[in-house]
């Protein structure tokens, strides 16, 4: 079992920042080994990936937010960060934290409200 708890959430207005933080915890867990994902959903859509991290470090963003957002792993602290630039309303949504593992796990969520 893997918890997932994200964290840096809020309000910003169009144009700001925020950094989303995803910390991974659980019995036989190895987060270094778990490809980490940013995923998020606005009211009446389905859910869209936004960014993933490979064990090896290889990432790729959803084209709405390339170029905006980054996506970075700290091993040591099994912690999975998402840096959002030039935040727009389109990317008003709840944001969850994904691990695969022997299977996916899924935080909670975190909500991103970006004001125009």
């Known amino acids: 079992q893997v918890r997932l708890v994200e964290s840096g959430g809020g309000l910003v207005q169009a144009g700001g920042s925020l950094r989303l933080s995803c910390g991974a915890s659980?019995?036989?867990?190895?987060?270094?080994?778990?490809?980490m994902s940013w995923y998020r959903q606005a009211p009446g859509k389905q859910r869209e990936l936004v960014a993933r991290?490979?064990?090896?470090?290889?990432?790729n963003y959803a084209d709405s937010v390339k170029g905006r957002f980054t996506i970075s792993r700290d091993n040591a602290q099994s912690t999975v960060y998402l840096q959002m630039n030039s935040l727009k309303p389109g990317d008003t949504a709840v944001y969850y934290c994904?691990?695969?593992?022997?299977?996916?796990?899924w935080g909670q969520g975190t909500q991103v409200t970006v004001s125009s």
């Open positions: 659980g019995s036989g867990f190895s987060f270094s080994l778990s490809t």
């Open positions: 991290i490979t064990s090896d470090g290889i990432t």
């Open positions: 994904n691990s695969l593992w022997d299977t996916y796990y």
